[in-house]
C-alpha cells in the first residue's frame, strides 16, 4: 500500500504542476533526456536553466524534474 501512496502523491504533484489552470509557469519545456543503456530514453520537465562559467568558458545547464 506504501508504493500506492507514494505513486499517487508523485502523479497529483506532477498534474498539478502542469495543470493548465496554473497561473505560473512551473515547467519551461518537455526534455528527452537519453539513458546510459542503448536505446533507452527518459522524459523531463526542465524547471530552470542556469550557466556555469568555469575557465574553459560558459556551459548552459538546465534543473529537470
Known sequence: MGRCVALYAAS???SAAISPDQT???FK???IIRHPRIGEYAFGFITST???RKSSGAEDL???Y
Open 12 to 14: 497529483k504533484q506532477i
Open 24 to 26: 505560473s509557469q512551473v
Open 29 to 31: 519545456e518537455v526534455a
Open 50 to 52: 542556469i550557466i556555469l
Open 62 to 64: 538546465c534543473c529537470v
